[in-house]
Nanobody, 124 residues
Framework: VQLQASGGGLVQAGGSLRLSCAAS????????MGWFRQAPGKEREFVGC????????YYADSVKGRFTISRDNAGITIYLQMNSLKAEDTAVYYC??????????????????WGQGTLVTVSS
C-alpha cells in the first residue's frame, strides 16, 4: 500500500491543522494506521493510531485531548485533526500502515508502509 500525507504548513500556537493520509492501491481496512512525527535532532515518536480491530484510537500522552484521528467512509483516507497546537508540536509528520500486534501500537518498527511526511511548523 502506498501512502500520501498532506496538509502540513505554518500555523500559530493555539491554532489548528488537519493532516490527511491517502492510501493508493487498496483501502487501509486491513491495516493499523499510525501517525508519527520527527522533530529536528530527535527520534521519530508515536503520535496516535487507528487500530483495524474495533476501530479504536490510541494517542501519545503529549497529544491526548488535542489531536484526533478519524477516517473517511471509503476507507481510503485517514485524518489527524490537530488543535491547540504548541511550538513543541513542530515536526515532520508521517502516516504509516502495519499489521502488528496491539501491544506494539506505538512502535514504528511494527509499521511496514510509510508516507513521505508533511512538515508542520508551529510558531510561538
Amino acid at each position: 500500500v502506498q501512502l500520501q500525507a498532506s496538509g502540513g504548513g505554518l500555523v500559530q500556537a493555539g491554532g489548528s491543522l488537519r493532516l490527511s493520509c491517502a492510501a493508493s492501491g487498496r483501502t487501509f481496512s486491513r491495516y493499523n494506521m499510525g501517525w508519527f512525527r520527527q522533530a529536528p535532532g530527535k527520534e521519530r515518536e508515536f503520535v496516535g493510531c487507528l487500530w483495524r480491530s474495533g476501530g479504536r484510537t490510541y494517542y501519545a500522552d503529549s497529544v491526548k485531548g488535542r489531536f484526533t484521528i478519524s477516517r473517511d467512509n471509503a476507507g481510503i483516507t485517514i485524518y489527524l485533526q490537530m488543535n491547540s497546537l504548541k511550538a513543541e508540536d513542530t515536526a515532520v509528520y508521517y502516516c504509516a500502515a502495519g499489521q502488528g500486534v496491539l501491544s506494539g501500537y506505538s512502535d514504528p518498527a511494527l509499521y511496514n508502509y510509510w508516507g513521505q511526511g508533511t512538515l508542520v511548523t508551529v510558531s510561538s
